[in-house]
């Protein structure tokens, strides 16, 4: 077992783990992985490579060849995270709803999950790591000390989803925002390897009658007591 502790947040889109992620991390000093960036930009990189389509099944083995050299790194500025695909800022470009949609896509594909694997565990250095996604307590790391996995109503997820569409100055309806989340939801639950599902030892937490302060104080108690713990076994 790692002596490197990790704590990871997972659960469906729009449920705040992005935000609870980086204040978590932003507060232990601790390095963050936002694993569906990974997927995101996966998609995009596969998009410009002309090797997805809208209507057609993804070539899993070409695919996964762009996954091994997937040129993809992550640099922080003033507190905010950007990434980069080459020498070239992403960042905006994989936000946006369509992208979320291509990744959920490409994320069904066993071994595209495989070839991205040791990229994501590479992000377990001193002093810890807070990993947001949707496997990190059931697939990537699994020896994990805090499992946290996230849920909030439809409903609610797709008002703050579109809050933070309008934000950043996308256009959408709640409506849109609301068919996305479900369609996402549902092919991250149903997929055969890595399904979006609390891992059995995670804690669940239900944001949905919670505002973001309120969540971060649940989560912030449960780190308390688990880093305790994990240090005095050390
Ligand atoms: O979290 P985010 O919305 O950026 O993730 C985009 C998509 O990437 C998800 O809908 C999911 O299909 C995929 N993903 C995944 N495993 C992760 C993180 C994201 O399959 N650990």
Redesign the pocket.
């Known amino acids: 077992m790692s002596t490197v502790p990790v704590i990871t947040i997972d659960g469906p889109?729009g449920v705040g783990?992005?935000t609870l992620s980086r204040l978590l991390a932003r507060r232990l000093g601790w390095h963050l992985l936002?694993?569906?960036?990974i997927?995101?930009a996966m998609g995009l990189a596969a998009v410009r490579a002309g090797l997805l389509f809208d209507n057609a099944e993804p070539d899993e083995s070409r695919l996964l060849r762009l996954a091994q050299d997937l040129p993809l790194r992550f640099a922080e500025r003033q507190g905010e995270t950007l990434i980069f695909l080459g020498d070239q800022e992403i960042t905006q470009e994989v936000r946006s709803p369509e992208a979320?949609q291509r990744?959920?896509r490409i994320?069904a594909l066993p071994l595209l999950?495989e070839a991205l694997l040791q990229r994501q565990r590479d992000f377990r250095r001193p002093p810890g790591l807070v990993a947001?996604?949707?496997?990190?307590g059931t697939v990537?790391f699994p020896d994990a000390p805090l499992k946290v996995f996230l849920t909030a109503s439809v409903e609610e997820r797709s008002k703050r989803r579109l809050k933070q569409l309008l934000e950043q100055g996308d256009s959408a309806t709640l409506e849109s925002v609301e068919a996305e989340i479900i369609e996402?939801d549902r092919?991250?639950r149903e997929r055969s390897v890595?399904p979006l599902q609390p891992a059995p030892d995670a804690r669940i937490l239900d944001s949905s009658h919670q505002d973001i302060e309120e969540s971060f104080r649940v989560l912030a108690g449960w780190v308390d007591d688990t880093l305790g713990e994990f240090f005095s076994r050390q």
Do not use: F, I, L, Q
Request: proline share 0%; net charge positive.
């Open positions: 889109g783990k992005g936002d694993s569906g960036a997927y995101r979320g990744a959920s994320a999950r947001d996604g949707r496997d990190m990537v996402r092919r991250d890595a």
